[in-house]
């Protein structure tokens, strides 16, 4: 009580203003949580790229833009080289016999997009190229207008969101170092507590930046393996978009409990379906599951994260169970949650909690 002794109102009166600031400031971030942790993650995944080109670029807002465009370029060829595929996949699935009068339909719209061609894709829209999907189109504009304004809404939130997580990056990037000076100089450069934030920082980075390791490893393994199988296979390839499957594999790592599977066990199902259904040989799903466990799965999600958790003070156990009760208890954004309250809460276990509880023994 000695400390509130002192105060005098106008104190009292900073202190309630600052407490008010920072329930708006926290509710405010709690609305969009997700994107303010994602922005955390791939802050701590991409400061030592930062760090690095730091030394050779000596302007922050050319460095940092360079260091966002290293992560966010790789996210757009991703999502155009899917919609590619997707639409590959589509005009062969319109090909179809009992499908042949839809691809007709939309014939005019899917070749100029096929060729890349924008203005017959254009001119084929504004002179109705497919008359009776057009007709079509007509018919139900009032449920198409309703759906189309959801969609709208749907993309801007998202958009927003994105647009929020890029914002909080560049400038955690950028101005990490003078966010850190302040906090510093606020607490008069007290021992523990710098101690403390230093280690949370520096195994909150290894942590994270595993992470974006073993993405990258994984997908690197899945590539070589799949155009490696595709070689040697007979009957024709094994996997049609090898690139696209390797990616998603790698991205899919992230997933607690269930990780890559999520996407390369469908994948294999796929195939089994087809080698039951066709000529095509029974070895190509078994190959398949086989290699991409022992090769793509185990080796870099086990060697690879184990390696470089270990450069951190946090057992990779407490690491991995983070992520599993973070998702399980907040939802996708605990994936990201979690792991930071772990490195938290061991190190408050580490270095604050044996001197409190030998002061409250002694009292």
């Not at 990037?173 to 230093?198: A, P």
Request: proline share 4%.
């Amino acid at each position: 009580m000695g400390v509130f002794d002192s105060w005098d109102g106008k104190r009292v009166a900073w202190v309630v203003l600052g407490a008010v600031l920072a329930a708006l400031i926290g509710l405010a971030l709690f609305r969009y949580i997700g994107p303010f942790l994602f922005a955390i993650f791939l802050y701590y995944a991409t400061r030592p790229l930062y760090r690095q080109l730091d030394r050779v670029i000596d302007h922050p807002n050319v460095t940092t833009t360079a260091t966002i465009l290293f992560v966010i370029l790789p996210m757009i060829a991703v999502v155009a080289y899917a919609a590619v595929v997707g639409l590959r996949e589509l005009d062969q699935l319109l090909a179809a016999s009992d499908l042949e009068a839809y691809r007709s339909t939309l014939e005019p719209y899917l070749q100029p997009i096929r060729q890349g061609n924008v203005g017959e894709l254009r001119d084929a829209i504004g002179s109705g190229g497919g008359g009776s999907f057009a007709g079509a189109l007509r018919q139900g504009v009032p449920g198409a207008v309703g759906r189309l304004l959801s969609v709208a809404g749907e993309v801007f939130s998202v958009l927003a969101r994105f647009f929020l997580m890029l914002t909080i990056l560049f400038y955690l990037l950028r101005d990490d170092g003078k966010l850190r000076r302040w906090f510093y100089e606020s607490i008069d450069h007290d021992d523990d507590i710098v101690s403390y934030t230093q280690a949370v920082d520096d195994d909150l980075e290894t942590v994270f930046l595993s992470n974006l390791a073993v993405i990258l490893v994984a997908a690197t393994a899945a590539a070589v393996t799949y155009y490696g199988l595709n070689f040697v296979a007979s009957g024709g390839t094994v996997v049609g978009t090898p690139v696209l499957l390797s990616l998603l594999i790698g991205i899919g790592t992230l997933i607690p409990a269930v990780g890559m599977k999520i996407v390369y066990v469908p994948y294999g199902l796929v195939l089994l379906g087809v080698a039951l259904t066709t000529p095509k040989p029974l070895w190509h799903p078994i190959a398949f599951f086989a290699l991409t466990f022992v090769v793509v799965d185990t080796i870099p999600d086990f060697f690879a994260r184990s390696f470089l958790s270990a450069r951190s003070g946090v057992h990779m156990g407490l690491v991995l169970l983070g992520y599993f009760l973070g998702t399980l208890a907040f939802g996708w954004w605990g994936l990201f949650l979690g792991p930071i309250v772990v490195v938290l809460a061991v190190h408050f276990g580490e270095t604050v909690f044996p001197g409190l509880a030998s002061d409250f023994l002694r009292e």
